[in-house]
């Protein structure tokens, strides 16, 4: 569902304050969603209503500095969704380690889709610690 920037951020930086892991796409060509320009995993580290940065720096303590990607939100439009919005041969894996999506379609027209992973204590029991 198309959302407004002021929502976007709410929901971002509710998975900031989370501390949720997500996983960050680029897709430069957005008919073809099998092949992302690059993919990083990482928490959401800054976050306003003019750009978001997301790296790996709590993830991975000595490089995770250096995995990183910041989008300009100014501009952007939004869309929000969960797995039942996914393509139908990705919803059940989307579903089970993933809470929700935001796409983020920048002025260049490429796109972002950030997926929040479901919280750690979740995943755990799911995949059996």
């Given at each position: ?70 989008i300009v ?32 379609i920048p ?22 610690r």
């Open positions: 569902m198309e959302t407004s920037l002021y929502d976007a951020v709410s929901i971002m930086r509710k998975w900031q304050q989370e501390k949720r892991v997500v996983q960050c796409s680029i897709y430069d060509l957005p008919a073809d969603a099998e092949k992302a320009s690059f993919t990083i995993f990482g928490r959401i580290e800054h976050l306003d209503e003019t750009n978001l940065r997301i790296d790996a720096r709590t993830i991975f303590e000595r490089l995770g500095q250096y995995i990183a990607c910041t939100l100014s501009g952007a439009r939004f869309h929000f969704g969960g797995y039942r919005d996914a393509p139908p041969e990705t919803a059940q894996q989307f579903e089970r380690s993933f809470d929700s999506f935001l796409q983020i002025e260049s027209g490429s796109v972002c889709e950030i997926m929040a992973a479901k919280p750690s204590a979740e995943l755990m029991d799911q995949f059996g």
